[in-house]
T-cell receptor
Framework: KAGVTQTPRYLIKTRGQQVTLSCSPI?????VSWYQQTPGQGLQFLFE???????NKGNFPGRFSGRQFSNSRSEMNVSTLELGDSALYLC????????????FGPGTRLTVL | GQQLNQSPQSMFIQEGEDVSMNCTSS?????WLWYKQDPGEGPVLLIA?????ELTSNGRLTAQFGITRKDSFLNISASIPSDVGIYFC???????????FGTGTRLTIIP
């Protein structure tokens, strides 16, 4: 079974721009979660989608948004980028039967200049 | 945001040595997980624990779910070079899809 894939792997943007990151979960997994990883804050939960609905949300500003499609693929969008948004953005998927066991993709490294 | 307290922050050991690390929380969780992250990659799930007191092994790795449900431990026996990386604990509760992560333990093997 193929693992979680994320595109692009690397991205460089400037302040004020917006960005869209993509995640394809493991086949059959309907839950997709997004995390932000920075050296200072560690791994922080952004939001989780299941069957195209946002089920859970972390404490991030409204500039961070996401969506999920009918094939379970998910995207996250960050608008009006700030320098502090530079981070590794990780996507994880889990199955319905073991939804606490989350499997991560390789991440998208976003650099904001 | 909330993070679990993980210690030690870093470890420098020689190949063949055993390793122990732990994770504590002020809150009760009913699932504990341990992940390993290599540079430039996402975390890889090593062990999942679902029951207080549970001891689970995965090869040379052994993890325990603390009786109080507020802590977990990971041991690595006879370390090898590919064990180098950052180990994270994570915890959650049933029905809550959000993982809370520890601060990480960076393992380095000295030649």
């Amino acid at each position: 079974k193929a693992g979680v894939t994320q595109t692009p792997r690397y991205l460089i943007k400037t302040r004020g721009q917006q960005v869209t990151l993509s995640c394809s979960p493991i086949s059959g997994h309907r839950s997709v979660s997004w995390y932000q990883q920075t050296p200072g804050q560690g791994l922080q939960f952004l939001f989780e989608y299941f069957s195209e609905t946002q089920r859970n949300k972390g404490n991030f500003p409204g500039r961070f948004s996401g969506r999920q499609f009918s094939n379970s693929r998910s995207e996250m969008n960050v608008s009006t980028l700030e320098l502090g948004d530079s981070a590794l953005y990780l996507c994880a998927s889990s199955s319905d039967t073991r939804d606490n066991e989350q499997f991560f993709g390789p991440g998208t490294r976003l650099t904001v200049l | 945001g909330q993070q679990l307290n993980q210690s030690p922050q870093s470890m420098f050991i020689q190949e063949g040595e055993d390793v122990s690390m732990n994770c504590t929380s002020s809150s009760i969780f009913n699932t504990w997980l341990w992940y390993k992250q290599d540079p430039g990659e996402g975390p890889v799930l090593l062990i999942a624990l679902y029951k207080a007191g549970e001891l689970t092994s995965n090869g040379r790795l052994t993890a325990q779910f603390g009786i109080t449900r507020k802590d977990s431990f990971l041991n690595i026996s006879a370390s090898i070079p590919s064990d180098v990386g950052i180990y994270f604990c994570a915890a959650t509760n049933f029905g809550n899809e959000k993982l809370t992560f520890g601060t990480g333990t960076r393992l380095t093997i000295i030649p």
